[in-house]
């Protein structure tokens, strides 16, 4: 088990169950970081007296320097902040649980400084994945899954070394709050509407992204890198249940499934304590009330996010940066009641095709990527 641990945004959703896991197991905090809930940072502050606190913007630092004046925390904000906190000295282990490309720089620094990374931050594999992996096999550092699918299949894979023995990966999905809704219908349904999923309490962007089906699009790709396996072994399956969270078929034919109640706070557990298991504060699955299991096929017609997706898994390169981009920059428009629910497809597609593409790219080239796919959103909008 981890002896000390830094949370990267901290204030949300992810961030409040690691402190949950963290009172569990009672590991000491060494930095916490968020945007900019300056009331709800203070107040962890003020609980787990962490060396050093980091907010995104110097204004929202600033606020907060003032609120805890009296506690030895350090105060500091932006990207050199949150790099300082991945990489600081008292913490072995770095949740990554911010949303979105801010996430990249701060694991790459992590993973340099030898920190097992829980990885929250899809975002990092998915824009990032084959660069971030070779620095984890550079410096030899663990990063274990945080996602409920992917910790499920690093569960299932436990003892099972070998990349010959896997068939294929089957990530599960809930199917978000629209499942079984044909395409005309689903021209006209409203934020409000995209946020009611069905299962999991979650922060607004990965909330849509269950609606559009790009979340699991980028679970793919995550899988992908993770596992170094290229598309045709990654798979998605409808549950909507949210028991099961993911299964690896085997080439003897074998399937493994990862069962649970639909709780973050035990794959987050188990990126602290691995490779030993402790009591958990979830609730225990019970097979004999939790209902029937279903599985369906998902319906990339109606859902067109997960069909891109894939399509720029296969093409890899510069695609996924640039689809990942232009996905966060039509969401947040989305969430501003800026353009409708298909509207974030047509955009993220336009984006992807008008972007320079680079097979093999360098940071800095993904990271350019990522800025041009959201300006062509942007200047799509404003047309």
């Known amino acids: 088990m981890v002896r000390s641990i830094s949370i990267l945004g901290s204030t949300g959703s992810i961030g409040r169950q690691t402190l949950d896991i963290v009172d569990n197991l009672n590991i000491p905090v060494a930095a916490l970081t968020a945007g900019t809930s300056v009331e709800r940072m203070a107040a962890q502050c ?74 929250a931050n899809k975002e990092t594999l998915v824009c990032a994945g084959e660069l971030v992996m070779a620095e984890a096999k550079r410096f030899g550092t663990e990063i274990i899954p945080v996602d409920s699918e992917h910790s499920a299949i690093f569960q299932c894979l436990m003892g099972n070394h070998s990349k010959k023995e896997i068939k294929r990966i089957i990530l599960t999905c809930s199917g978000g709050p629209f499942f079984g809704m044909e395409k005309q219908a689903l021209a006209n349904v409203t934020k409000a509407d995209a946020l009611r999923h069905p299962n999991w309490k979650m922060g607004p962007k990965i909330t849509v992204d269950c609606a559009t089906l790009m979340n699991k699009g980028l679970e793919v790709i995550e899988a992908m890198r993770l596992y170094d396996l290229p598309l045709e072994q990654v798979d ?148």
């Open 46 to 119: 003020r609980k787990y007296l962490p060396k050093l606190a980091v907010m995104a913007t110097q204004a929202a630092a600033k606020e907060l320097r003032d609120a805890i004046s009296d506690l030895p925390t350090r105060v500091s904000w932006g990207e050199s902040g949150l790099i300082e906190a991945a990489t600081i000295e008292e913490a072995d282990c770095v949740i990554t649980a911010v949303v979105g490309m801010v996430g990249l720089k701060p694991t790459l620094a992590a993973i340099s400084a030898g920190k097992r990374i829980g990885l």
């Open 236 to 383: 998605v399956l409808i549950h909507r249940q949210s028991i099961v969270h993911s299964m690896v078929e085997f080439t003897d034919g074998a399937v493994m499934a990862q069962l649970d109640s639909p709780d973050m706070r035990l794959p987050i557990q188990l990126a602290v304590t691995y490779p030993e298991r402790m009591p958990c504060p979830v609730d225990r699955l019970d097979l004999l009330t939790c209902g029937s299991l279903t599985f369906s096929a998902p319906d990339m017609e109606a859902f067109p996010c997960l069909a891109l997706a894939r399509k720029c898994a296969e093409q890899g390169g510069t695609v996924c940066p640039a689809m990942n981009g232009a996905n966060e920059e039509a969401v947040a428009m989305f969430l501003n009641d800026e353009i409708g629910f298909y509207d974030i497809y047509d955009l993220v597609s336009k984006a992807v095709d008008a972007t320079p593409f680079v097979k093999n790219p360098t940071l800095e080239q993904i990271l350019e990527a990522d800025a041009y796919a959201r300006v062509v959103v942007r200047r799509e909008v404003m047309k």
